[in-house]
């Protein structure tokens, strides 16, 4: 007996405390979405696990177990020699497995052994516990205990079943659910509501099973002292957990909303988490994302996939692609996006950025620049401080003439290189089917999405000025491309900034001219710290009366008898918008916003599955897709946006965008015809005695008045220079013009290559390179395009 003794003293004076296991130190991370339900389980290690400090474990849980598993934890010596002695009796003569184990014991065998049950892990168990009890904290053996259990489901810990089982974090369990997820830790397997590996057909029994060992645990606590007998009559109804559902689910929308997350998390600067430390798991990201409007966004796009794609059937339906995104203006969390039809099929996200080129929706930059910024003086260098401006008004005038032919800012005419034949060329801005306004307001360009106005009118502001408002509203540098006055095609469209980015900049409008870069998480913790908290930092790019007139042109696209975005007037609410369409057909867009909401919705062609050669990845024409003979931003992409928004915005009050101030100068553009003089204005006289007239001298008399002007003159008189309400040059175009494509369009080209994607209007402007002849679909939005030069630029 004293060498058995001796023999075991030695044996525990050698025996340390070895390494955790890997496995017990593996967890997962957890993805919230903005009202704190649990979104998808995914990333770290293998298991479903998420270790919180003994803090978050809540009092019940822990006096549940003890009461259940092991009466006297905080008083023995961690093993109970009894138990272990009946379990080594039982294994050796043969009969079933038997744990005999304190919870010191079981935090032993999870943290640093196996799950083997042999004599030699026993002895180990036994050796190490006792070492453990005297060398460890109870709280910290209790919450290690806790982080490392199995609870079924996959869910490996005390806060994955809390999520499991009641789909909330383990602190805001109360004493009825700590009940019944003691009974998990006997065997989940026999006390899961749902039938474990058995499936529905044992749920009944167990479900039974779990009922009788809940009223046992309740029923321990009273007799073990840690729960009033008062309160334990208060639980007379079983706490039926929510049925079983996957723990990790990537497909649909959740992995480019996890990938969103976790790219925001590692490329943040602010945040001490890398690419390295978010696969070691444990993380609780708290998202943006709203649930119900990313099931609102995938039902609208799924419905006009319905109604309108047959890919079996019709060649033209074959790839293609959406993406959409919906931002909070002046906060910048982005609530819902699309970013394709499944995460784990279709891996790029269509919503961050795909590439597409987005032609006339480009256009609220241009103005913007013109009215804070100003146009250019002539007489000056091109390169002029804010001094030497002019900033202009919406009301500013310029031509709309077919083939205009497009002049530097200082009156020269524009040339560029042909790439065919080396030569300097000058350039003639088509519009759609030549038709052309005359004169007209940049408000009513922006309506009617006419080309050439918005193309003079970016080389007088300068296309480096239109580049820096489109930052400063929250595009990104690295999509726009070059911007200098080589360039007159920037003004068209042929950056490529994504989904996100197009809804985030129009929502700096929506916001009276306070930019809020896009977000993804609120807040994140790893193991009870926190590890990251949003503040939104909105910055004041443009002056509010400049944004809000901004607005009040995009108000006019909805709201105007010929506006290009006229289809969601439909929404019955205010809506500021602009439609979108590339020369080619390439890509077509819709970005509008309310006062709470602004939202891009982009579609495309683009063959990218892993079957297809690299090279053979380009941009295809969407001409005859859905039976169209185009797809404009009016009318697929605007059916997804209206679509969406009805159900986005449904609950939000309806409210009126601000009423915008004058601004700027009433400009007129190069080649518009000057503005005749208005009338000398007739002068009253105050009224005085009447003179005394000399009866001897004949009195004079008035001539006789000129007949009064015809209030309806011949509609075949020409017109008056200057008469903005008449049009000198053809019938009013309801749709985008394009045409031969402009110089310098060629930055943005396919995602593969980079090559040239031609970039055209929609709903009645852009222009660009591309072969086609001009038409005009059901919707009444139209563009065309013509054998362009210049590295494909845009309509």
Known sequence: MGMLVGLVGLAYAMVDIPDPNRAAESQKNVYYWDDGTEMVVAGGGDYNRQIIPFTEI???????????????????????LKGIARAVVNMAQGGDTQSGSTITQQYVKNMYLDQSQTLSRKFKELLISVKVSSDVPKEEIMAGYLNTAYFGRGAYGIQAAARAYYDKDAKDLNANECAYLTTLLKGADLYDTSGGLGGAERAPANIERATNQWVTVLDRRVAVGNMDKSERDEYTEFPMPQELKPATNLAGQIGY??????????????IDVDADKLAMGGYSIHTTFNQEMVRQMEEAVQQVIDDNLDPENREEDEHVQFGGAAVVPGDGAVVAIYGGHNAVEHYLN?????????GSTFKP??????????????????????????????ESVYSSENNLLIRNYDGEIWYGEDPETGEDKEWHQPNFEAGEEGDITIRRAME???????????????????????????????????????????????????????????????????????????HAEREGVSVY??????????????????TDVLVNVVTGE???????????????????????NNSAWFVGYTKQLSTAIGMWRFPD???????????????????????????????????????ATKNDPVEDFPKPGKVGEEYRGIGTEPELPDPPPVEETEEQDEPEVDESEEPETDPEPDPPADPDPDPTDSCQPGDQNCASGGSSQGGDSGGNGLPGGGNAGNIEGGSGTDSGADAGADAGADAGSGETDSSGDSDSGASGWWSGGTG
């Open 533 to 550: 908290e949003h503040e939104t930092k909105p910055e004041r790019h443009f002056e509010a009366n400049i944004a809000d007139n901004v």
């Open 609 to 647: 599955s892993e079957d297809i050669d690299p090279a053979d990845r380009k941009f295809l024409s969407m001409r005859g897709t859905a039976g169209m003979e185009k797809i404009t931003g009016g009318s697929l992409p605007a059916d997804i946006w209206l679509g969406f928004m009805k159900e």
């Open 58 to 80: 809540p009092t019940d849980m822990v006096d549940s177990v003890v009461a259940a598993e092991n009466a006297t934890f905080w008083e023995d010596p961690g093993v109970d």
């Open 350 to 358: 269509n919503a961050n950025n795909a590439g597409a080129q987005v």
């Open 257 to 270: 909303l996890k990938e969103l997350a976790d790219n925001y998390l590692i490329n943040n600067d602010d």
């Open 448 to 522: 009617i999405s006419s080309n050439s106005p918005f193309v003079q009118l970016g080389m007088d502001v300068g296309p480096a000025k239109v580049k820096e408002a489109a930052m400063d509203a929250g595009l990104l540098e690295s999509t726009l491309g070059p911007a200098d006055d080589s360039v007159p095609s920037f003004a068209l469209g042929v950056s490529t900034p994504g989904p996100i980015r197009m809804a985030t900049a129009y929502a700096t409008f929506a916001a009276s001219g306070e930019q809020a870069d896009p977000y993804f998480v609120t």
């Open 562 to 584: 010929q506006g290009s975005g006229r289809k969601v007037q439909a929404l019955g609410r205010p809506v500021a918008a602009k439609t979108g369409t590339t020369d080619g």
């Open 365 to 394: 930059f241009v103005l913007a620049a013109a009215m804070r910024d100003g146009v250019r003086d002539p007489q000056k260098p091109a390169d002029q401080p804010d001094k030497d401006r002019t900033p202009i008004s919406p």
